[in-house]
């Protein structure tokens, strides 16, 4: 999972190079986005589960701030880890070839995508 994420980093920091540089502190954000979310996607499908709606509504305000707090903790540890290893990343995955970008590329675009379709999902559970 770390070499997902740590190629999701580079990619985005590679698109964003010239706004961002190389600190990718957009890219940070978007991996502390995806881990965010996936954590989330997580906890409000064990917690529909266990819970009615009507339980769980009360707390739902509790919830999102949590999330937003973690997401924070996230983005401090992220931008951490990932502080100065573009250049490293780079020489690892030099010898991609067009192909493999392209692809790598679109899987990059759907990490980003498929979280939040999840969470749509998840909280149209047991709504009809």
């Known amino acids: 999972m770390k070499k997902v994420f740590a190629y999701i980093f580079y990619s985005m920091t590679k698109f964003y190079l010239k706004w961002d540089g190389k600190k990718g502190i957009v890219a940070v954000c978007g991996v502390s986005m995806i881990q965010t979310l996936l954590l989330a996607d997580l906890c409000i499908f064990l917690m529909k589960f266990y819970f009615e709606q009507d339980e769980i509504k009360p707390y739902s305000k ?22 100065n290893k573009y250049d490293k990343f780079r020489l690892y995955w030099k010898d991609e070839t067009d192909s493999q970008k392209i692809s790598r590329g679109f899987l990059v675009v759907v990490s980003l995508i498929v979280p939040w379709v999840l969470l749509f999902f998840i909280m149209k559970i047991n709504k009809t």
């Open 62 to 83: 509790i919830v999102s701030y949590f999330f937003g707090l973690f997401f924070f903790i996230l983005s401090t540890i992220n931008e951490y880890y990932y502080k």
